[in-house]
């Protein structure tokens, strides 16, 4: 036991040398819980307790599920950066301690094993940054881990122009999880149909062109093309 204590206490992440790090959830429960003015989570709630809540959920509507991963990624925002490092619980824990790190851009997994195909399982995503946190659920190509989110209906976050509660970001995960079997087989069999449809190259171009479009139109200066497009269809990559 004593040896398990100082690996704990040894276990460091190094955001100099890695654009991310992955963590199991008991490390994430290390790191330094940042909180406002008032002692209150800045974001209202922290990240390992909107990964818990999604882990209670599952277990509510009896689904076998499995959190495949959760790793934490630096950004350059100036103000708010990805990862920030407390000196003074350094001096505490250790140089790149666990313990000293505020994580503000954390990504998880969650795969659904219920009702899955030699092909696709469920996933539920769950993203937790600076804006807030976005929740999505779609099936997942096994071999390659792809996700397709296949509607509108399967996203939901609180910010943005259609942001909701907090509470009401988990409520709308548990609608996902009490119809899962349902909303499963509607995608697994949308995704049959898409398949099936065999696109010209002409047409292609045509939707590559669409989307650069809808591009332009998002970051675009004029309001009268900018409010037209909600959500951001295209980056160069």
């Given amino acids: 036991m004593a040896n398990l204590a100082v690996l704990e206490r040894q276990q460091q992440f190094d955001f100099q040398q890695n654009g991310i790090e992955v963590m199991d959830f008991d490390t994430l429960q290390r790191t330094y819980k940042e909180n ?6 800045v974001q209202g709630i922290y990240h390992y307790q909107v990964i818990q809540r999604m882990m209670d959920i599952c277990e509510k ?3 076998d599920y499995e959190v ?18 407390l000196p003074q619980v350094e001096q505490i824990h250790g140089e ?3 313990e000293a790190h505020i994580l503000r ?7 659904i094993k219920d009702w899955e195909t030699d092909e696709l399982t469920t996933t539920l995503v769950v993203a937790y ?45 548990d609608g996902w999880m009490a119809n899962f079997e349902v909303n499963m087989n509607e995608d697994i069999e949308r995704i049959q149909r898409l398949k099936r449809r065999v696109i010209p190259l002409e047409e292609i171009y045509m939707y590559i062109g669409l989307l650069t479009a809808l591009r332009v ?21």
């Fill in 96 to 98: 790149k301690a666990v």
């Fill in 68 to 85: 495949e991963e959760i790793f934490a990624a630096q950004n350059r925002n100036k103000t708010q950066p990805g990862v920030s490092i």
């Fill in 105 to 111: 851009r954390i990504f998880t997994t969650i795969r």
């Fill in 61 to 63: 509507h009896n689904l």
């Fill in 129 to 173: 940054h600076q804006d807030g946190v976005q929740a999505a659920i779609g099936p997942c190509v096994k071999i390659c881990h792809n996700q397709c989110i296949l509607s509108p209906e399967r996203s939901v976050c609180n910010y943005g122009k259609k942001k909701v509660t907090t509470e009401e970001l988990f409520d709308t995960v």
């Fill in 217 to 237: 139109s998002h970051d675009s200066a004029d309001k009268n093309l900018s409010s037209t497009v909600e959500t951001y269809p295209l980056n160069q990559g």
């Fill in 36 to 41: 406002d003015i008032y002692n209150n989570p």
